[in-house]
Nanobody, 121 residues
Framework: QVQLVESGGGLVQPGGSLRLSCVVSGNIVSSGTMNWYRQAPGKQRDVVATITSGGSAVYTDSVKGRFTISRDDAKNTVYLQMNSLKPEDSAVYYC???????????????WGQGTQVTVSS
């Protein structure tokens, strides 16, 4: 059974930093594109950053220059380094991964349970 477990969220002051981690466990053949999403109360879940299997990264405009997504395939982990945090970055952050599992030749989307990030003084 595949699981994605996020960690690293918490309360931070404006201008501070946090590093989120998402560990993928289970029987996986390969990992494709991985994403970080966020969802604030009363709002839809939106993609924040994407990283391909080749390491190319794309960011939503509001976090460009402040957030960095990376991955360590040897550790089955994707990271989100968040710097210069703003109150509007407060949300539940979710990890999303496109994974191949044994017996299924296509990628399927998997989600973590989310980790709360609160930016407040």
């Amino acid at each position: 059974q595949v699981q994605l477990v996020e960690s690293g969220g918490g309360l931070v002051q404006p201008g501070g930093s946090l590093r989120l981690s998402c560990v993928v466990s289970g029987n996986i053949v390969s990992s494709g594109t991985m994403n970080w999403y966020r969802q604030a109360p009363g709002k839809q879940r939106d993609v924040v950053a994407t990283i391909t299997s080749g390491g190319s990264a794309v960011y939503t405009d509001s976090v460009k220059g402040r957030f960095t997504i990376s991955r360590d395939d040897a550790k089955n982990t994707v990271y989100l380094q968040m710097n210069s945090l703003k109150p509007e970055d407060s949300a539940v952050y979710y990890c999303n991964a496109n994974l191949k599992t044994p017996g299924r030749p296509w990628y399927q989307k998997y989600w973590g349970q989310g980790t709360q990030v609160t930016v407040s003084s």
